[in-house]
């Protein structure tokens, strides 16, 4: 068995482990299982990354575990790629939700279902690590739809509570809606190229004669897929309710799998979106709206959990930006920092919520700064980081997706500069919002919830600490240039280098604003909040509504497909054609076995009158007939 298939099979026996033993064995065992082994698979990655330097900068691992089947002369493999994309991209899934891992053996201890919350943990991971290794189209598909099967287990995880139940199964069929163009886009692709295999397909597109295919038609179709899997307008509306399950469930899918999957299909698809001016369009325009919409709707949220889902939704939209305008590396650079950060912050909130008894409305926090000071510290810390403060990580990366939203030669405008820059203001405002309102304003918690607010154990504070270390030391690492020799950067106006320098100090003073503002208005409560919301009550009903979205939904789709399902299938196709057929042909049968029944009298005289009338028409019939 090859390494690569090494990794990826790891967490599926931790699954079959724990679902299948687990209950019994208990929860030391549940625990060893559920972390040693994700924490096997991050050790297993480290060695492949390392014999991945080795062999040199345009090199790539390869590892077939079998043949799936044999097509027209084609064989499907069931084959692991590692190259210095997938390479980052498994480190992060690997790391990262081993320390989601880690952190959960204390946030779930006392759950009753333990075994059942380890085994779905483990079998997310393996989804994932199945998306990103895989060699093919289809394997990665295989892992695009494990992991929504997996999303939906782990977001409707209490499933007693139907609002839980409901939160993950729209989820699930929020993504079934992006997968279909995902479908689409592989059939497309296969029909033309006779291959899945991605890495094939780059190849094709960057050959000197382009495939009999248009590279718009088909990014498109694969985007739609990313736009699901990634939460961006209109099929964003899956991921705020996704925060119905467990808190590290939250961390594990905002932060280091589920939804940087459609980043991560779009950059390791470069060559077909190279050879996609118009698909490349859609993207910018997609992911500007979304990180602007998603933005605006995080600056008035109260509960500690929402701000940070579309806090998510948003730095999704500055990720898709950078891939729409070719800087495919630097879409992968802060998805990197972003997974240290968003972590962080999602398990910090965690921490918040352990610490309050499960409470998670802001506007019932307060003066949490000195009671669980680790929590506060690492949050802190993660707050500044999203924020774009240098030198934190998140400075680094956000910062180049600012420049190459304004100066890229594929798609960069001062329109996108402002519109990016003015939401990395927002972010920077409702971020020092939630920390402010959380930690520093006065306490707003009653006697009893303030008597018994203490800090998180150890298997909890330890992981912020380590994601607090790596939000602020992450940036030093330059992923788009470890990735050059795949994703080669993109290529700025040479005519607006000079405003380089202008634009990084812009940023910074952006994000002193939007701290300078949060601090103003919280600094003493929420007094001076509320006065805004009944100033401007339009507008705040409109951003805690959410833009009405999902209202729009149900009065667009939901309830026509309910009143056509009960009225037209149901009552008609169901009740009438259906059950109106079968229930007549048997009342047919039914009167017609009534009106026989009448000559089974038992009278034996009656029966021999038959019998002879019977024979005389035998008689008379042959008679006429000889």
């Known amino acids: 068995m090859n390494l690569l298939t090494l990794i990826v099979l790891l967490p599926l026996a931790g699954f079959l482990l724990n679902g299948l033993v687990g209950p019994r064995a208990g929860k030391t065992f549940v625990s060893f299982v559920g972390c040693g082994l994700p924490v096997l698979a991050f050790l297993a990655t480290v060695r492949c990354f390392l014999e991945l330097q080795g062999a040199g900068e345009g090199a790539a691992l390869l590892g077939t575990t079998y043949t799936w089947a044999s097509v027209g002369g084609s064989n499907f493999d069931i084959a692991f790629y590692f190259d210095r994309l997938s390479a980052v991209m498994t480190l992060i899934v690997t790391g990262v939700g081993s320390l989601i891992h880690v952190y959960s053996t204390g946030y779930m201890k006392d759950d009753a279902s333990y075994a059942r919350y380890f085994a779905y943990l483990n079998l997310f991971l393996f989804f994932m690590l199945l998306l990103v290794l895989g060699r093919s189209l289809l394997v990665t598909f295989v892992g695009w739809e494990g992991v929504g099967l997996a999303s939906y287990l782990l977001i409707g995880f209490w499933f007693e509570d139907p609002v839980k139940a409901a939160a993950g199964k729209k989820a699930f069929i929020t993504n079934r809606i992006g997968d279909a163009g995902f479908l689409l886009g592989m059939f497309l692709l296969y029909h033309t190229l006779g291959t899945l295999d991605m890495d094939r397909v780059n190849d094709a597109f960057n050959a000197p004669v382009m495939p009999a295919v248009s590279a718009s038609l088909v990014g498109v179709l694969l985007f739609i897929g990313a736009m699901g899997k990634s939460a961006q307008i209109p099929l964003h509306v899956w ?124 506007r019932r926090m307060g003066g949490l700064a000195r009671k669980i000071p680790v929590t506060f510290v690492t949050f802190a810390v ?245």
């Open 382 to 626: 993660a707050t500044a980081a999203i924020a774009g403060i240098p030198p934190l990580a998140g400075f680094f990366s956000k910062d180049e997706i600012l420049w190459f939203s304004f100066a890229s030669e594929t798609g960069g405008s001062t329109l996108l500069w402002l519109t990016m820059s003015f939401t990395a203001l927002m972010t920077s405002f409702y971020m020092f919002r939630l920390l402010w309102v959380t930690f520093l304003t006065p306490s707003r918690m009653t006697h009893e919830a303030e008597h018994h607010v203490h800090e998180s154990p150890l298997s909890m504070t330890g992981v912020l600490v380590v994601l607090a270390v790596l939000s602020a030391v992450g940036g030093f690492i330059s992923i788009p240039h470890f990735l050059e020799p795949l994703l080669p950067l993109a290529r700025a106006h040479e005519s607006l280098e000079h405003y380089e320098t202008t634009l990084i100090v812009l940023s910074v003073v952006l994000a002193a604003i939007g701290l300078a503002a949060a601090i103003f208005i919280y600094r003493n409560g929420l007094a001076r909040a509320d006065a805004l919301a009944a100033r401007f009550p339009r507008l705040h009903r409109l951003l805690s509504g959410k833009y009405f979205v999902d209202e729009l939904y149900d009065a667009v789709l939901n309830r026509p497909l309910n009143w056509i399902s009960d009225r037209v299938f149901l009552r008609l196709g169901d009740g009438l054609l259906i059950d109106g057929t079968l229930n007549g042909l048997a009342a047919i049968a039914q009167r017609t076995a009534g009106r026989l029944s009448r000559v089974e009298t038992g009278n034996l005289q009656f029966y021999v009158v038959l019998a002879v009338l019977g024979i005389v028409a035998c008689l008379g019939w042959m008679l006429n007939n000889g």
């Open 239 to 362: 991921l705020p309710d996704a925060m119905a399950g467990p808190t590290p469930v939250s961390a594990l899918i905002h932060a280091a799998t589920m939804v940087t999957a459609g980043v991560y299909l779009v950059a390791r698809l470069n060559g077909v979106y190279a050879h996609a001016p118009e698909a490349s369009q859609l993207i910018v325009v997609i992911g500007a709206a979304t990180a602007f919409f998603a933005a605006t709707v995080a600056i008035v949220q109260t509960d500690i959990k929402k701000v940070l889902a579309y806090s998510t939704l948003s730095q999704l939209g500055f990720m898709f930006v950078a891939l729409g305008v070719g800087a495919y590396g630097v879409a992968v650079f802060h998805l990197y920092t972003h997974a240290f950060f968003k972590a962080c912050l999602f398990l910090g909130a965690g921490s918040v919520i352990h610490a309050m008894s499960g409470e998670q409305d802001i």
